[in-house]
């Protein structure tokens, strides 16, 4: 069990191991608290899993342009007059690190769902799992105390690489609220597919979600295996020694024909 206690300012968390489970749930156990009245506090907590480990950033503590999955428990209402949600707000967002999170207007023109999450100063525990399986991301909560998972976002079609690190961070400004995260549980789902969903759901280079367009870019080239770079050498060799036996074939013509206009 690992406990951060997030209060003023940024303090952030950072699992040490990449994880390399290709369908997992993370569960969180996490308290929010502190003196302020209606939305006088904040500003929230992240869960992350993302390619690199954490940076200290201005996006609940981490760096923007993030690349991977970010849940964000959002405590404070940025944008003025908001009339569809209401706060404290859950939301995700997947970043193949050409996107910012827009604080100003909460994170909505990159947000993939979201769910109202009444979470603060509550006197019992708070959960919320993420889990991923097939490339399929759900986030549900128990944040009533009746120990039932309750529905919040439900998004197909995501696509996140293996090897990413699991973290948490937050951020407080001059409106402090503390953020405790008193335990990351992380299990291994074991799911069957068939041989079609095998070739669809092969490893991916950067984070993606299907239907949702995000500025290219450039994924690294995999890396050449043994084989394949003996064949290029060897094919290589094979043509530069070609090309030279043909040289040779055409310079002694050319003497040959020098020769016979000399005579």
Known sequence: MVVFSFGAFVLLGRGPEPCFLRDWELQVHFKIHGQGKK?????????????????????????????GLGVFVDTYPNEEKQQERVFPYISAMVNNGSLSYDHERD????????????????????FLVIRYVKRHLT???DIDGKHEWRDCIEVPGVRLPRGYY??????????????????????????????????????????SVDNMKLPEMTAPLPPLSGLALFLIVF????????????GLI???KWQDQSRKRFY
């Not at 929230?44 to 503590?61: E, H, N």
């Not at 994170?107 to 708070?126: Q, S």
């Not at 094919?235 to 043909?246: G, K, N, P, R, Y």
């Open 39 to 67: 939305n006088l506090h904040g500003d929230g907590l992240a869960i992350w899993y993302t390619k690199d480990r954490m940076q200290p950033g201005p996006v609940f503590g981490n760096m923007d342009k993030f690349v």
């Open 107 to 126: 994170g909505r023109p990159t947000e993939l769902g979201g769910c109202t999450a009444i979470v603060r100063n509550l006197h019992y525990d708070t």
């Open 139 to 141: 986030i549900m909560m």
């Open 166 to 207: 699991f973290g948490t961070s937050s951020i407080t400004g001059d409106l402090s609220d503390n953020h405790d995260v008193i335990s990351l549980k992380l299990f291994e789902l074991t799911v069957e597919r068939t041989p079609e969903e095998e070739k669809l759901h092969r490893d991916v280079f950067l984070p």
């Open 235 to 246: 094919f290589s060799l094979v043509f530069s020694v070609f090309a030279i036996v043909i």
């Open 250 to 252: 055409l310079y002694n």
